[in-house]
């Protein structure tokens, strides 16, 4: 794809081509002092590429300059795609949303929650009712991350091997044997709590499809959409466009490279766990076709994927009694912040922007993945926007907000 030959002029789309400029020089300042290798944005309005920049290199070692179609680790910026996914087969009537998650996986028939304890010696108590379907697209699943601190729960993820994109060599037929063995936090549907539960709608996909996840979005998102630099690992004719992914220690400070760009990542060769909540690898213009097709309902380039109705559902709170995410979470961990949104199926859905203390529109829909990159997704304003780097963890920078003052800014008219 020449993306070059795509990109609008900002005027004719109502941004200002000054005010987006300050974009790459603000994000450059970033690059300057060491804090990130590299930035990449992209802003679109009217279906129109109106800024595509990027700063700083893919891998600051060797000093090879960020380009625009560098391959990023997206991390739970999957989770969006694995979603749609999963209401592709909704729309064919493969399930209901009502649906207990234990009629297609009989594992999770009669899980037990939490009920004190220690991570070596604890009590369980049954559910209030059976997981749904829904409440593994909404994160009310009552499951948990490896990585959260502070529950033993989140210990017995980590010894049985539970740790979201970074589970080892098992398949996800496996995880799921494994964590119906595990107490739930919480009986589904009482909490909000970030979790492997798009990893479980991943298995789904595969028990409802007959097909493993990798082949079914191959042929059903991203061939269809051009997503043709997406997928679970990156192959060895493009290794040279791979970026390397750096750590942050928020003690010290240090940073080093946790993955580098090269034949030595885990993602150079295909992998075993195929994390729907957080495995895929993406480009900016890959990522913006999905977000660009979300937008317009369903369809991109003439190419429909689903009906405008089923993306208008998956945009709608789906968060019990219309709360927002702050009013149901456990204070755990987040890529983004509660307050003032609710939570689609597969999405963060703004439902006051005064509330969320940030520039936007309410409607607005959004997700980031661990090494910092973020997209949102504005139906008033008719815009998407991205930004990709590699630095974890994401809360290091508030690079997603800074984007947003930026963006916004920019609209004239």
Partial sequence: MN???KIARPEDVGLSSARLAAIPDYFGSYVARGK???VSTLVARHGEIAHFETVGQRDSESGLPLERDSIFRIYSMTKPITSLALMMLYEEGHFQLNHAVSRYIPEFKGLRVWAGGTHEKYETKPAEREMTIRDLLTHTSGLTYGF?????VAKLYRQRGIDGAATGDITLKEMVARLSELPLLFSPGEKWNYSVSTDVCGYLVEVLSGRPLDELLASRIFAPLGMNDTGFHVPAEKLGRFTTNYEKDLRTRAVRAIDRGDETSIYARPRKFLSGGGGLVSTMTDYWRFCQMILDGGVFEGTRLVSPKTIEFMSLNHLPG??????????AFSELAGDGAGFGLGFQVILDPAEAQAVGSAGNLSWGGAASTYFWIDPEEDLVAILMTQLM???TYPLRPQLQQLVYAAIEA
């Fill in 322 to 331: 219309g709360r927002t995410m702050k009013e149901m979470s456990t204070a």
């Fill in 393 to 395: 963890p994401s809360s």
């Fill in 148 to 152: 959260m601190p502070g529950h033993p």
């Fill in 3 to 5: 993306v070059a030959a």
């Fill in 36 to 38: 990130v290798a590299g």
